[in-house]
């Protein structure tokens, strides 16, 4: 009963920056926790960043901290990630997810989210 659609990706020259969208549909994001995957080629899905239901509580990997921003927009039930002085370890198709079951509550574990997009790429370019 829940779909994620992300969009925003492109190429971008390194110092750059995206604003990722993840819009969702069939149940509202203020109620769930969202987080942001990335996956580069031949390496695992790690952690970006997360923001919670509710009280829109927010939690970065250390590797973007300061750099890039999740907000939500409650009227739009979309949450977006704002990324800025990218570089090229910043390449990887990003991936926005909800929790299931569906809570509020942050986590950094995606084995604790279980509705999934299916990816924007980002390339950045030196």
């Known amino acids: 009963q829940v779909q994620l659609v992300e969009s925003g990706g492109g190429l971008v020259q390194a110092g750059g920056g995206l604003r990722l969208s993840c819009a969702a549909s069939?149940?509202?994001?203020?109620?769930?926790?969202v987080g942001w995957f990335r996956q580069a080629p031949g390496k695992e899905r790690d952690f970006v960043a997360a923001?919670?239901?509710?009280?829109?509580?927010?939690y970065y990997a250390d590797s973007v901290t300061g750099r890039f921003t999740i907000s939500r927009d409650n009227a739009k039930n979309t949450v977006y990630l704002q990324t800025n002085s990218l570089n090229v370890e910043d390449t990887a198709v990003y991936y926005c997810?909800?929790?299931?079951?569906?809570?509020?509550?942050?986590?950094?574990?995606?084995?604790?989210?279980?509705?999934w997009g299916q990816g924007t790429q980002v390339t950045v370019s030196s």
């Open positions: 997810a909800a929790r299931d079951p569906w809570r509020g509550s942050i986590s950094s574990d995606s084995n604790d989210y279980g509705y």
């Open positions: 069939g149940r509202p994001l203020r109620s769930s926790a």
């Open positions: 923001i919670s239901g509710g009280t829109g509580n927010t």
